[in-house]
Nanobody
Framework: QVQLVESGGGLVQAGGSLRLSCAAS????????MGWFRQGPGKEREFVVGLSWRGGTTDYADSVKGRFTISRDNVKNTVYLQMNNLKPEDTAVYYC???????????????????WGQGTQVTVSS
């Protein structure tokens, strides 16, 4: 059974930092494009960042560029999202997602991702 499990969410003050983790099990995702999405209160799920399977290519949403950093450890089958200088508008449930292997392009559409975690809540207070 394929599973993606996020962790690391929590409550932080504006300007603070959090590091989210996404641990994959059931199969390796070392050859999959990985992504982070988020869904704020009353909002649609939106793309945050994507990472190629080799880790050499990234795509960041403009709203997080320069503040968030995605990385992966293919040995641990884990993807990370380092979030710095957090803002109240970053408050959302954050989801980890993976494309099927063989799809090499980072996509911003959620429908392009076959596997999803259950989400982790990030709350940024002002």
């Amino acid at each position: 059974q394929v599973q993606l499990v996020e962790s690391g969410g929590g409550l932080v003050q504006a300007g603070g930092s959090l590091r989210l983790s996404c641990a994959a099990s059931g199969r390796t995702f070392s050859n999959s494009v990985m992504g982070w999405f988020r869904q704020g209160p009353g909002k649609e799920r939106e793309f945050v960042v994507g990472l190629s399977w080799r880790g050499g290519t990234t795509d960041y949403a403009d709203s997080v560029k320069g503040r968030f950093t995605i990385s992966r450890d293919n040995v641990k089958n884990t993807v990370y999202l380092q979030m710095n200088n957090l803002k109240p508008e970053d408050t959302a449930v954050y989801y980890c997602a993976a494309r099927d292997p063989g799809y090499l392009i980072i996509m911003r559409k959620s429908g392009s991702y076959a596997y999803w975690g259950q989400g982790t809540q990030v709350t940024v207070s002002s």
